[in-house]
């Protein structure tokens, strides 16, 4: 398998072309060859300079926490100036025509987990759309999903209003497609695919997982740390939208879910009892070393993925918090503070999550399992 870097620098025609252009990177730690080169230094290797790098959420180094905003900075090897696409406004996760001036075109290679709310997909959409105000070439590398690119779960969006950072267009929430395949579609949408091309993954087994590929999965985010997460998080990222640890602060976070109020023996054999397929719920308890219930002990449960073929991650979060809402109707509760540059006073986190207000008006109003499922799948 090659991914889109790979295959760029085969090209010698197009590296003969990059080397007379002033090119732009956006990348992370994840955009690395399969001998684990970063794309900054395989670029600089065959003669390609970046003049400007641009890093996504978590930064260009990947090590911000989520939803922590990140400040410019310098490449200590090249010099090259690192601009934040995760600032304090909305309007800075876009790039601005002063910093495009500089570039003719830019590089985008970012590695996706196949989930509507893992924003670099949209990261990638904003940057397109900034540079053909600016006039300046879109080349992005794609890289496969890990997660497989066949499977689907979930409703797209189906409110407008609630279109947001993790989820700007209306795709399903594991959405079963590469990240430059999302991106490419919205070019000819917009009628931008003038200015934008998509290196496409060579020999991708779509039905493969991670640990198929013949390469180490690299982390994307400091949450994101293996194959294990990935395959839960289109259901685990649903848990930041309540008052309930979805692990964060351990070292098996979307996995491990659960507060101080919590029994995890409980909750397992409530998940355990919908039937619903391809896991195991083992209770357990845990102490988040940072964010929800910091240094409080939680009972909760781990997700086990037993049958990835058969396994639904957001049916079976969903049932997770409605069963540990029915545990505690007084201590469950709702995220209350900003998310994704959003005021829950103008939309609700899991709203914007679930892309519709259905979900969380279900989950309040005490209805089963099935039916606050049923509200996006």
């Known amino acids: 398998m090659k991914v889109g870097l790979d295959r760029l620098l085969e090209d010698g025609a197009r590296l003969a072309e990059l080397r007379g252009l002033r090119v732009g990177l956006l990348a992370h730690p994840a955009s690395v060859t399969r001998d684990l080169v970063h794309a900054l230094d395989a670029l600089v290797a065959v003669g390609v300079r970046p003049v400007l790098l641009y890093g996504p959420e978590h930064g260009y180094g990947g090590g911000a926490q989520d939803m922590a905003h990140v400040g410019d900075e310098r490449d200590a090897a090249t010099g090259a100036r690192i601009v934040s696409l995760y600032g304090t406004s909305f309007e800075r996760l876009s790039p601005t025509a002063d910093e495009l001036a500089a570039v003719d075109l830019l590089i985008v290679d970012l590695q996706d987990v196949g989930a509507r709310y893992y924003t670099f997909v949209?990261?990638?959409?904003?940057?397109?759309?900034?540079?053909?105000?600016?006039?300046?070439?879109?080349?992005?590398?794609?890289?496969?999903?890990?997660?497989?690119?066949?499977?689907?779960?979930?409703?797209?969006?189906?409110?407008?209003?609630?279109?947001?950072?993790?989820?700007?267009?209306?795709?399903?929430?594991?959405?079963?497609?590469?990240?430059?395949?999302?991106?490419?579609?919205?070019?000819?949408?917009?009628?931008?695919?003038g200015?934008?091309?998509?290196?496409?993954?060579?020999?991708?087994?779509?039905?493969?997982?991670?640990?198929?590929?013949?390469?180490?999965?690299?982390?994307?985010?400091p949450n994101m740390p293996g194959l294990d997460t990935a395959i839960v998080y289109p259901g685990g990222c649903l848990v930041e939208a309540t008052n309930l640890s979805e692990g964060r602060g351990t070292t098996r976070p979307f996995e491990l879910c659960g507060a101080p109020w919590i029994d995890g023996h409980a909750l397992a054999k409530a998940l355990h009892d919908t039937g619903l397929p391809g896991f195991r719920a083992r209770p357990t308890s845990f102490l988040p070393t940072f964010q929800k219930h910091a240094g409080a002990s939680c009972g909760g449960v781990q997700i086990h993925v037993v049958d990835r073929a058969r396994f639904r991650p957001v049916?079976?979060?969903?049932?997770?918090?409605?069963?540990?809402?029915?545990?505690?109707?007084e201590r469950f509760g709702l995220r209350t503070e900003p998310y994704e540059y959003v005021d829950p006073r103008e939309a609700e986190a899991l709203d914007l999550l679930a892309g519709t207000t259905a979900t969380r008006e279900a989950l309040l109003a005490g209805a089963s399992w099935a039916e606050v499922v049923a509200t996006v799948c």
């Open 122 to 193: 949209w990261t990638a959409l904003l940057a397109l759309r900034a540079c053909a105000r600016a006039s300046v070439r879109v080349l992005l590398l794609d890289r496969p999903n890990p997660i497989d690119g066949v499977t689907v779960e979930g409703h797209p969006h189906r409110e407008l209003r609630l279109r947001s950072f993790v989820g700007l267009e209306p795709i399903p929430i594991r959405h079963g497609r590469t990240y430059g395949e999302i991106v490419a579609e919205r070019a000819v949408v917009e009628g931008l695919a």
């Open 195 to 221: 200015l934008f091309e998509c290196v496409a993954v060579e020999g991708w087994d779509r039905a493969a997982y991670a640990d198929a590929w013949d390469r180490p999965f690299v982390l994307p985010s």
């Open 315 to 329: 049916a079976t979060y969903l049932a997770l918090l409605v069963f540990a809402r029915a545990q505690s109707v």
